[in-house]
Each structure stands twice: as structure tokens, then as C-alpha cells.
């Protein structure tokens, strides 16, 4: 006979916890890896094209959160796109995150396979990046407290790296100490070739990698009904947000670049670990490289509770097995982590077959489901912003600003990144091999949708 399961989640995530996931999520791979050919590709003028994708983040998050203010409740993407827009929009968007993070993942275990090299080179990518999602998901299955102090841990590792490599950048530049003393300057920002020395126009196609390098800022939603105090936590978490990009992407671009001119980072590999190897501190690439490590398991370790969150909300739904969405005694989504576990495998499968491309091919088609998901954050708080303005909802205390014309400006700034995936041989394949999902997300919808009638959004 089967044990009873729990019925709710506990809510054992305290402030700390919610706080560093909101830190974790926004600061992984994309920055720690891809920022090295994003560099090659743009130069110095990374710096502002992560500072312009930061700003339409903020405004995603900022509608996010006036939607968690209204009803903080779990599955909230998916609950608010199937109140505003319409039970497909559940639908859609619930899978649509799951398999986000489902890809996700897969790049972040490519990560950590690649991170894996600098230690031992001639172990394959593709045995760490399965260790790495083995234990990942051991620590999900234990309990929801467990999944927060990890992830409290890796995102603390990752934030007081990067602080230290901005502070030690500062003193290299005001005292000139270390072997880059002598080269390091502001001026190396601008002095080789200008911040677009492959033009302008090469800086749109970066944004790709650096629209990725903020997928997880969003995870914040999930939280909710695991949080001991949303109405509090959550706005601060999502107010945070610019000041995260500013400090962990602009701010650590900005001391890359002036420590070491753009063209003397290497295509592949972390910059981060190329520059402690230029300054000269003792093992300091293999510290940064354990740091870069933890920063790609971290966001894996996120991955993985947020798409088990996802696929039990689309099971309470009845658009995925009743079955899969049950909790265990320990009030986590075990099954749901089970098949979250079988689905990344595939992610390992792509590192033992094409190692090389394994991490552009990943990430190229996460973005396209990332700009899916914030698209529809936004059109459902349009939606949300309209019944407030009938009288048939309360407004929020927590209200994005400039709406409705920033709703415009994010979804038409994200449509454009669409279309920039299209100019690259690389990330083009996210666009062959959206067709084929689109398709098989309404045939899925259309199956469900004959089996039972439609549901009202429950309220938490």
C-alpha cells in the first residue's frame, strides 16, 4: 500500500532563501561562459547590450511581481496566462516553462562538463554533466529546505566572486599591483578598436546569449507558495533586480574589459578564469573555476525545482498526468522531479555526441522559450491592468511602471530578438525547431481540452 502524500508544499523558504534564488536565477552560465564569445563577437560594447536586456528584464519583472502582489500562487505563469489570455495560454506557457528549464538545464550540466576540463582534461564532458544532474536531483527529492540552503550557498560563492573581482579590479586599476598592473586601465574598454569594433550591427546578434544569461530571473514566481512571507518578499526581490544586473553583469564586464582588452579573451572558456590567470595569484583560475562550477550547478539546481513546480501545477490542472504531480512525504514533487531527471538526460546525450556545439545549439533554443514565457508575463498583465481598469479587480500596491506603453516596448523589443536568431547559422536552429514544438503544444492542448471542460484559475 502507497503512503499517504502531502497535499501542500511547506512553506520553508525563508527571506535569505527567497533572496539568493532571486540572485542564483539571474546569474549563471550565460554570464560566466557565454560572456567570453559574446565578447569576440561584439567587444566592449557587451557591456551595453547586457545593460539594455537588463532594463527590459526589469520591466518583465516588474509585471511579474504586480501579478504575484494580486495573487501569489503556484504555477503563476501559467495560472495568470490562463486568466488573462485563455486556457490555452495555460497551457502553452506551462509546458512551454517547462521545457524552458528542461533545456536549460542541459546547458548548465553542458557548463559544468566544460568546467570539469580545466581539472581534468581528459575525463569526457559528458560523465561530470551527468554527476552533476544525478546529485542535483538527490537534493531536490529530499526536501524544499534543502533545494533553499543549497541554492542559498551557490548563489553566495557566485555574489562574492564576482564582488571580489570588481573590488581587486578597482585596486588593480588605482594601485597597479599584480602582473596586469602595468596594462590594466579604463581605457583598454575603448583603446582597441572602439566599444563595436566589429561594428554595430554585431552587437544585435549578441543578444541571444545575453537575453539567455537572464532566464531564471523569472523563477522568483515559483516561489510563492513556499515563501513565508510573499507580500514582503517578493517585491523586494523583484525591485532588486536592476541593481543585480548593473553590479553582476555591468559592473563585472566593465572590470573584465578594463583588466584585459576584449581581444585577448579566449572564444571558448570562462573570461573570468582567463583574467585571475593574467593577474598571477596563486590557484586563483582554479578558485574561480570551482566558483564558475558552482555558479552552473546552482542554476541547474534551480532548473530542476522549477520545472518539477511547473509540471505539478499542469497536473493539478489536468493538462499532465494526475499521477505525476503528487508530493512525496516530504512535501516535494517527487515523480515530477523523476521525469524533469529523464527529460535532461538528453542534455547529457548532447554532450557525448556533439560536445563542440552542444552549448550554443541548448542555449539557442531556451531563449526562444524564455521570450515565450516573459512575453506572455507581460500580455497577461495587460490583461490583469485592463479588468482593473473595469472595476472588476482590485489593483495592485505593487504597480509596473509606464504601463501600458512599457508592456508595448518589451514585447516589441523581444519579437526583434526572435528575429535576430535568424541572422546566425548557430542559433537559427531554435527557429527550425520551434515550428515543430508550437505544433505539438496544440495538439497536446486539443487532447486535453477534449477530455475535460475548462477549469477556473484556482486562487491561493
Not at 506551462?94 to 580545466?118: N, P, R, S
Not at 562550477?293 to 490542472?317: K, P, V
Not at 477534449?450 to 486562487?459: G, I, K, M, V, Y
Amino acid at each position: 500500500m502507497s503512503q499517504p502524500v502531502a497535499e501542500e508544499y511547506r512553506k520553508d523558504l525563508s527571506t535569505r532563501h527567497i533572496n539568493m534564488i532571486a540572485i542564483g536565477g539571474a546569474i549563471g552560465v550565460g554570464l560566466f561562459l557565454g560572456s567570453g564569445k559574446a565578447l569576440h563577437q561584439v567587444g566592449p560594447g557587451l557591456i551595453l547590450v547586457y545593460a539594455i536586456g537588463g532594463l527590459i528584464i526589469y520591466f518583465v519583472m516588474r509585471a511579474l511581481g504586480e501579478l504575484l502582489m494580486y495573487r501569489p500562487v503556484s504555477g503563476s505563469f501559467a495560472e495568470y496566462a490562463g486568466e488573462f489570455v485563455g486556457p490555452w495560454a495555460r497551457f502553452a506557457v506551462g509546458w512551454g516553462y517547462w521545457l524552458v528549464w528542461i533545456v536549460t538545464g542541459m546547458a548548465e550540466i553542458t557548463a559544468v562538463g566544460e568546467y570539469f576540463q580545466f581539472w581534468f582534461p581528459h575525463v569526457p564532458q559528458w560523465i561530470p554533466a551527468l554527476g552533476a544532474l544525478i546529485v542535483l536531483s538527490g537534493v531536490n527529492l529530499i526536501a524544499v529546505k534543502l533545494f533553499g540552503e543549497f541554492e542559498f550557498w551557490f548563489a553566495l560563492i557566485k555574489v562574492l566572486a564576482i564582488i571580489g573581482l570588481i573590488v581587486l579590479a578597482a585596486a588593480i586599476l588605482a594601485f597597479g599591483f599584480s602582473d596586469l598592473g602595468d596594462t590594466a586601465s579604463l581605457s583598454n574598454i575603448w583603446a582597441h578598436g572602439g566599444l563595436f569594433p566589429n561594428g554595430a550591427a554585431s552587437s544585435l546578434l549578441a543578444f541571444q546569449i545575453v537575453m539567455f544569461a537572464f532566464v531564471g530571473v523569472e523563477m522568483v514566481g515559483q516561489t510563492a507558495s513556499e515563501s513565508t512571507n510573499p507580500q514582503k518578499v517578493l517585491p523586494r526581490a523583484v525591485n532588486s533586480v536592476i541593481w543585480r544586473i548593473l553590479i553582476f553583469y555591468v559592473g563585472a564586464l566593465i572590470a573584465l574589459t578594463a583588466l584585459v582588452p576584449w581581444n585577448q579573451f579566449p572564444v571558448s572558456g570562462s573570461p573570468f578564469v582567463h583574467a585571475f590567470t593574467l593577474i598571477g595569484i596563486p590557484a586563483a583560475a582554479g578558485v574561480i573555476n570551482f566558483v564558475v562550477t558552482t555558479a552552473a550547478l546552482s542554476s541547474c539546481n534551480s532548473g530542476i525545482y522549477s520545472t518539477a513546480r511547473m509540471l505539478r501545477t499542469l497536473s493539478e490542472d489536468g493538462q499532465a498526468p494526475r499521477a505525476v504531480g503528487r508530493l512525496s512525504t516530504r512535501a516535494v514533487p517527487a515523480r515530477a522531479i523523476g521525469v524533469t531527471f529523464c527529460a535532461m538526460l538528453i542534455g547529457v546525450v548532447l554532450n557525448y555526441v556533439v560536445p563542440e556545439q552542444a552549448f550554443t545549439y541548448i542555449t539557442s533554443a531556451s531563449t526562444v522559450g524564455a521570450i515565450f514565457t516573459w512575453a506572455m508575463i507581460v500580455i497577461s498583465h495587460l490583461g490583469y491592468r485592463r479588468k482593473v481598469a473595469r472595476g472588476e479587480l482590485e489593483a495592485s500596491p505593487f504597480r509596473m511602471p509606464l504601463a501600458p506603453l512599457s508592456n508595448y516596448v518589451v514585447l516589441a523589443f523581444l519579437a526583434f530578438v526572435v528575429v535576430l536568431l535568424a541572422f546566425d547559422a548557430e542559433t537559427r536552429i531554435a527557429l527550425y525547431i520551434t515550428p515543430p514544438l508550437a505544433i505539438a503544444v496544440a495538439v497536446g492542448y486539443l487532447a486535453v481540452r477534449r477530455r475535460q471542460p475548462e477549469r477556473e484559475p484556482a486562487r491561493d
